[in-house]
């Protein structure tokens, strides 16, 4: 009677000690890679920033590289600017609504337990 319930606890520490033991691999891991690895990783992925919200006047990549080697005069070694799309964003969201739309159709059609598909 109590052997899975103390199965179950032996398990769960098992798998928590383990998980404790690949974090501890993990962090020694990143470290060396992070700290040893010029050779292999370019230098300037460590440094990798992501900004969002910029003031229109800044939204192409020349101009938001110009701002920020203002701030910090040759340290940026590159500047992208993703675009926002919003006419596929609104094509995606009326995409997503014909699917749900859809899919309802279905449920109810086979909810309702009919074999013959209606013709429009």
Known sequence: MWAPFVCAYLFTFVFLYL???EYENF?????KYIHGAHD???LQTKYTVQVENIP??????QKLYEA???LFPGDVLFAHVICET???DKLVAERDSVRDQL????AVFEGNGR???PLL
Do not use: G
């Open 40 to 42: 292999i990783v370019p």
């Open 86 to 88: 919003p006419e596929l």
């Open 19 to 21: 998980i404790h033991k």
């Open 27 to 31: 962090i020694v891991m990143r470290k």
């Open 68 to 70: 920020f080697n203002s």
């Open 115 to 117: 074999t013959h598909r």
């Open 103 to 106: 899919e309802k159709a279905i």
């Open 56 to 61: 229109d006047e800044y939204r192409s990549s």
